[in-house]
């Protein structure tokens, strides 16, 4: 059974008496930022000259500084660009400012796992990765609940590392709804694996095969898009709350009794191979070096995948019949435009 914290674990007074740079303001940096802020943390923001994020962090109130300014201010370092950039900011900006000792803190293992980023002997590497998109980790510290973490300790130079992951994943209100000890290698790994295999890549490829199979057979988009997405959420909501037990409890019998005799036939177990293939890409880093060798190039296979996703059918569909759908917020979150990613 895993190690699980709670609030009653941590001490909030270890983060409340650091000076904490959160380098971005992006998704998890704008969240880890003002959750800290409202727990009473010493933080600044670090971003780059001229950076876009610049105004909305100001707009909070927040202290914002150069990326190097902020470091040199800091004893703990939050590193919260994407992690394509990470290695390079780290070189140019945060190593050569890092005060001695200062600790480092990641939201994902990416970069210590695959070796990008290489911290000195002396700093505590810590992770506290939240098990949700960076806007949720505000929205539910905002509402008094948090958003479950994931911590590890990749160095503990100063023998009190643990103590402080804890103290931070409290602030950020990770440790209102739970916090898992793991390792920067198990956190990488799987989190890779999951979006890849099952949160991003399997739904979005399952939906897409789904609504293509019904519109080419000659049903209507409107319809299939209805039954190939849309209701995705609903039996989705039913999972979270009682595990793939309770979407079989609540759906027809008719329905329960396809889901026994039809999805082995779809995801067949080629498919459970292509998934330890994919697994195996992942920890052997060819997948890291694909996606940043891509990046380095100026990402020509990332940009083409993405023009090529928005082109697909489904979404011209959805489009239209989202504005008939009072009940969907789709405009809750202020950053999102569609076609940005
Ligand atoms: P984002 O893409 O949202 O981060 C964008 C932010 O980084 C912006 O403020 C941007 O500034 C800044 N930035 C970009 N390049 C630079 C640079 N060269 N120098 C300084 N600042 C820069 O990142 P995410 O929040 O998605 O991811 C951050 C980390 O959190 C990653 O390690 C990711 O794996 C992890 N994570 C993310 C999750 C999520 O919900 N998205 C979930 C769990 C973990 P500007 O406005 O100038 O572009
Ligand atoms: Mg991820
Ligand atoms: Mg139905």
């Known amino acids: ?6 609030d009653d674990d941590a001490d909030l007074s270890v983060i409340q008496g650091r000076r904490v740079a959160v380098i971005g303001y992006g998704s998890q940096g704008h969240a880890h930022a003002l959750n800290l802020r409202d727990s009473g943390v010493d933080v600044r923001v670090g971003l780059a000259a001229g950076s876009a994020s ?18 040199r201010e800091a004893d703990l370092v939050v590193i919260l660009t994407p992690d ?45 990765a939240p098990k949700g998109p960076g806007h949720i980790v505000r929205r539910e510290f905002v509402d008094g609940r948090g958003v479950p973490v994931l911590l590890a300790v990749e160095q503990d130079a100063s023998g009190a590392a643990w103590d402080l992951a804890k103290s931070y994943g409290k602030a950020i209100g990770g440790l209102r709804a739970g916090g898992i000890r793991t390792t ?24 897409m095969y789904g609504f293509e199979t019904l519109v080419e057979a000659g049903y209507q988009p409107e319809v299939a898009y209805f039954e190939c997405l849309h209701e995705l959420k609903l039996i989705v909501d039913l999972m979270i709350e009682g595990g793939i037990a309770k979407q079989r409890w609540s759906v027809s019998d008719t329905a329960e009794y ?84």
């Not at 059974?1 to 709670?6: H, L, Q, S, T």
């Not at 900011?89 to 990641?106: S, T």
């Not at 920067?184 to 939906?207: H, I, K, Y």
């Open 84 to 128: 394509q950039v990470q290695r390079g900011v780290y070189a140019e900006h945060i190593a050569p400012n890092l005060a001695d000792g200062a600790a480092l803190l990641f939201g994902h293992g990416f970069n210590i796992r695959f070796g990008y980023i290489k911290p000195p002997a002396g700093s505590d590497v810590l992770m506290v």
């Open 258 to 341: 396809g889901d026994y005799v039809s999805g082995p036939r779809v995801i067949d177990p080629h498919v459970k191979e292509n998934m330890k293939a994919v697994l195996a890409d992942i920890r052997n880093g060819s997948f890291a070096q694909r996606f940043i060798d891509d990046q380095d190039a100026g990402a020509p296979e990332f940009t083409a995948l993405r023009e090529k996703g928005a082109q697909h059918p489904i979404e011209a569909t959805g489009r239209e019949l989202r504005k008939l759908m009072a009940w969907v917020d789709t405009d809750r979150d202020a950053d999102y435009t569609e076609g940005s990613a």
């Open 54 to 71: 610049r105004p909305k962090a100001e707009a909070e109130g927040l202290r914002v500084l150069d990326v190097a300014d902020a470091v």
């Open 1 to 6: 059974m895993a190690e699980m914290f709670y």
């Open 184 to 207: 920067f290698t198990e956190e990488t790994e799987t989190d890779l694996f999951g979006e890849q295999a099952v949160l991003c890549g399997g739904a979005s490829q399952l939906v």
